[in-house]
């Protein structure tokens, strides 16, 4: 299997592996659950151990790839091969080597780059976003991560461009997970829209949204459950989905209006869970805030669906 | 005079011409006001004879000149030296093609840009933004404009990027000049600001605003009246710039977590008029909105003030 790659999508509940050949085919995955407690040295031997399932489905060596890519959160340092700041991570606080203990384990180099970029840049390769020169990705899960490609490379400001979900679509607004107003995380994100259905709920609300969670055997509202209660015309879940929906719209009509791409892929569990109707959705909420109306961005849904971030981060080791 | 330029910044209310010297020192200047009636031939004669005015302070011929470059507002075709859609100028629906027509009353090459990128351009070539290789200028007057400088090149997106006063601060907001909801620009555009003190009054609010409008002989709440006002004390003009303030904060925050450039410059007729102590006033502002905000970005008054846009277009003829 030559020029084989492998590529590592770190999440903060999951840890998804793939091994791809020269053309980005899958040729085998895996998915483990992120270590919830310990510290960065479990994590990294998750992602070891996530990664050798994947190349033994693909019956090839982890130390026989060209190299492993990995994206993560958190802030990353690409030529130090360390992360730090993850603090969806167990006990990631501070910096580490990520790319060389993982390396060593593996035997074979690994780079990193951030989850959102690496998504976005998959897609832009590989996926709903061939053929544009400039993009903003938005990947609608947890929270609302953003990518950024212009000119055909991806722009990554100060090594934090691309949150979207902070921009402000409501001064004095809800509070964010993040702790500040306003943001448009705080409307549509998953962790956001749980707690304002647990709140509703809590209020009296009437909703299936919990009856669903525990039907299904889940701790939290997972894109899943909100896409069930949606089919069945749970009126809060709707309610809190169309205010999604709007300020998703303001929110990434206002980054077209700064940016002036020529098309917008959303992803994300959320995003991939509801599918094209939503995206078509999201893009008539762009509509009355678009600057100039007369020629909207293209609105695509990610091509590359759950696998997008693995993929991408393959890319990081051609 | 070998290599001597000249500049126009074609602005709704004036047409500022300069001519500078090699190192775009400034040789001579004029300001004429723009034609209110008539067509775009109207307005590109009254460009050259400022352009003719600017010249002969700097002791040159316009034929002599290495070029002449224009900064307009409306869609520009560089290729073609055209504008199209430029609605605060009178009769300037269509498409003119002014580089040509300007080009051959004054002798010499004609360059056109977008008035608010060579703005920025300029204060990144010379002024505030020197040094920054990303940067956001922002032109808070009538409207609110912005340019993007990222990787020390423009970003202009398909043509219309940097519509900074048009990102949404407030989903179901205020009507901006627009015609939409909830931009910067409503909240902070002076042209929003004076609609809304013209409001105010008649619903009789206090101000002295329109008396000190009438003693300076003006027809508009211009940049200078609201300075005076503010000097004063005048309650609805302090309440209504605090406002404008905090919907700059969010918006330029905005931008910020989504570009993560390095600076911000604050222009335009207000921004000059208010200078240093409203340019703090806006970094706190941005401070609470901030993603990364433990590394904000520089926050600049632009240097090269009201002359910024005509010494950026004499940029294009270089």
Not at 19 to 30: I, R, T
Not at 53 to 66: D, F, I, K, R, S
Not at 76 to 87: E, K, P, Q, Y
Request: one cysteine or more; charged letters at 20%.
């Amino acid at each position: 299997m030559p020029r084989a790659r492998g590529g590592i999508d770190l999440g903060g509940t999951k840890i998804q592996a793939v091994v791809v050949d020269a053309d980005s085919a899958v040729l085998g995955q895996a998915r483990h659950p992120t270590p919830t407690s310990g510290g960065p040295a479990d994590v990294a031997a998750a992602m070891a151990a996530a990664l050798r399932e994947a190349a033994q489905g693909a019956g090839v060596e982890p130390a026989a790839l060209t190299g492993v890519g990995v994206g993560s959160p958190g802030a990353i340092d690409a030529d130090a091969g360390s992360v730090s700041g993850a603090r969806n991570l167990p006990g990631w606080e501070g910096t580490y080597p990520l790319a060389g203990q993982l390396g060593e384990q593996l035997g074979t180099p690994v780079s990193l780059g951030n989850d959102v970029q690496v998504a976005t840049d998959a897609e832009v390769a590989l996926g709903a976003g061939r053929g544009y020169r400039s993009l903003l990705g938005v990947f609608w899960g947890t929270g609302v991560g953003g990518g950024i490609v212009l000119d055909g490379r991806p722009w990554l400001g100060r090594g934090a461009a691309g949150e979207i979900g902070h921009m402000v679509v409501k001064r004095d607004g809800r509070r964010c997970p993040c702790g500040r107003r306003g943001c448009l995380e705080a409307y549509a994100g998953r962790a956001a829209l749980e707690a304002r259905a647990r709140e509703k709920h809590a209020e009296g609300h009437k909703t299936d949204l919990f009856k669903l969670m525990e039907r299904h055997d889940r701790t939290r509202l997972t894109s899943g459950i909100w896409a069930r209660a949606l089919e069945q015309g749970d009126k809060l879940a709707s309610e809190l989905i169309d205010e999604a929906v709007a300020a998703l719209g303001a929110g990434v009509a206002s980054a077209v209006n700064l940016l002036d791409c020529e098309a917008v892929v959303i992803g994300g569990g959320l995003g991939v869970r509801f599918g094209e109707p939503m995206v078509e959705r999201i893009a008539q909420a762009m509509r009355p805030h678009l600057f100039v109306d007369e020629r909207p961005p293209a609105v695509r849904l990610a091509a590359l669906g759950d696998l997008g971030g693995a993929i991408g981060a393959a890319l990081l080791a051609r």
